[in-house]
């Protein structure tokens, strides 16, 4: 159902989110309540609406950052390890710290993107609130430069695995960087679906991959989206 949200304050926008059904988990609710996305929007940042961030980047509208959340939750427990590929303007990846994140037990959080303009943009969103800069001091979120279609090896496994841009294929590499059990969340512009021959025809969709405990890969075709694609790093 497509039904318009907005608010006065960040907490007014996450309940009326919830209250429309576009958000189920009170987990995730209180994670974005924690988090004020006018720290990451340039503009209308309580209204359920995508935004330009600059260098081609867009923040998504916390109603997909929601669903996103909701699709890993299970595996997004206080001590879990999760990287966030194509971190923009870090709004994401702060919600996700705030889920792995319990008094005592720390996960951690690695944002990714290939602009360094973008991954600076990130720091300083988060270094706005208190509780932001303190993930940050205590590396729970750090945020690294590069190519996000390569994952992160050095900071493998995840028990989640977020890519915030559309990939041309299920990058195998991401499934290996995966804990068993682990979940990658990602929308691909053209993957063969072998049970499903209408998805060669094209549209991008989300994929949610579960890594399970015996180390087997479970694929599933979710929702159709329509996010900025994973490129190359744009030169110079
Ligand atoms: N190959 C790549 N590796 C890492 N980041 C990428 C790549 N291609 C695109 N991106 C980034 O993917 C992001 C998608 S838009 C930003 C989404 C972010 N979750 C937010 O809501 O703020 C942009 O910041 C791009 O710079």
Not at 88 to 113: F, K, M, R
Request: proline fraction near 5%; charged fraction near 25%; include cysteine.
């Amino acid at each position: 159902m497509a039904w318009y949200c907005s608010g006065s304050t960040n907490t007014e926008l996450i309940e009326n989110l919830f209250k429309a059904g576009l958000i189920r988990d009170e987990r995730v609710k209180d994670a974005m309540i924690g988090v004020d996305r006018a720290h990451y929007a340039p503009s209308r940042a309580y209204s359920d609406s995508p935004q330009p961030i600059g260098h081609g980047a867009t923040i998504s509208a916390p109603h997909m950052h929601g669903h996103a959340c909701e699709y890993l939750i299970d595996y997004l427990k206080p001590g879990s390890r999760v990287l966030d590929i194509g971190s923009g303007s870090g709004y994401l990846t702060h919600v996700l710290a705030n889920l792995v994140t319990s008094p005592g037990n720390q996960g951690q959080v690695i944002g990714i993107d290939h602009i360094t303009e973008l991954t600076d943009l990130a720091r300083t969103n988060m270094d706005k609130s208190k509780t932001g800069s303190e993930l940050l001091a205590s590396q729970t979120v750090k945020f690294i430069t590069g190519d996000g279609r390569l994952g992160w090896k050095e900071g493998a496994p995840y028990d989640a695995i977020h890519v915030g841009a559309a990939a041309d294929k299920l990058h195998p590499t991401l499934v290996d960087q995966l804990r068993a059990p682990g979940r990658l969340f990602i929308p691909v512009e053209t993957e063969d679906d072998e049970n499903d021959r209408d998805s060669i025809s094209g549209g991008q969709y989300i994929w949610v991959v579960d890594k399970k405990e015996d180390g087997s890969i479970h694929k599933e075709k979710v929702f159709q989206v329509s996010y900025v694609p994973l490129t190359d790093a744009p030169k110079g």
